[in-house]
């Protein structure tokens, strides 16, 4: 068997050595971002917890930034689709989407790594991440949204109801970030169950 990297790949393909190396990579970037910030890393930090030589970080990635847009990417897809499962496996009901919805948020807010990088660390980087942020901001917005577009009425037609139904998730998504981030920042001090019934209340009094 051959060593890469500090790992055993006997019989592996090429292209499972590179998604295992990456995959590595961004969970060191999670650890190295969410403990000492993105500005303060460095790509020696991040390939020694990985356990890589720096080359196969530079294979995988142009630059620490080109790693910390992959890095929130990969923890905002994962909790998108952990809401979406959460939310079609509730009851067909606001309160019990939005309670499933929220809960599954704050389970994930536990993590407090990839709470730092999904919340805190992508922030005015650059213009490129900045977009990669807005990307899923506004996959959020939609997710919130379809929440209540679900029930008995249909979604909002004509240019300026869907303008304002845009503003109001995008406004919701800030709400539910600005509460969650100064929950993970302030060590969890309130209970998983104030923090969603708190914000069920924001939610809901939007939505109907």
């Not at 890589?52 to 142009?62: I, Q, V």
């Not at 930034?65 to 067909?92: G, N």
Request: glycine content about 8%.
């Amino acid at each position: 068997m051959a060593r890469e990297g500090g790992r055993r790949y006997g019989g592996v393909a090429q292209a499972q050595r590179e998604q295992a190396r990456r995959a590595a990579l961004i969970d060191a970037a999670t650890e190295v971002f969410g403990t000492h910030g993105f500005r303060r890393a460095t790509v020696r930090s991040v390939c020694g917890l990985a356990k890589l030589n720096d080359r196969y970080f530079y294979a995988a990635f142009d630059n620490m930034e080109h790693l910390l847009r992959a890095t929130y990417a990969h923890h905002a897809q994962t909790l998108l689709e952990r809401l979406q499962a959460a939310i079609a496996d509730s009851a067909p009901t606001l309160d019990a989407r939005l309670d499933a919805g929220l809960n599954a948020f704050f389970t994930f807010l536990r993590q407090p790594h990839a709470a730092r990088v999904l919340l805190l660390e992508v922030m005015g980087v650059s213009p490129e991440t900045d977009l990669t942020y807005q990307r899923y901001i506004f996959e959020f917005a939609k997710l919130i949204l379809a929440m209540a577009n679900s029930m008995d009425e249909p979604p909002p037609t004509g240019d300026d109801a869907q303008a304002q139904a845009r503003i109001v998730g995008l406004a919701l998504v800030g709400a539910m970030t600005n509460a969650g981030t100064a929950w993970v920042l302030m060590g969890y001090q309130d209970t998983q169950a104030c923090m969603v019934a708190s914000c069920r209340r924001v939610l809901r009094g939007a939505l109907i």
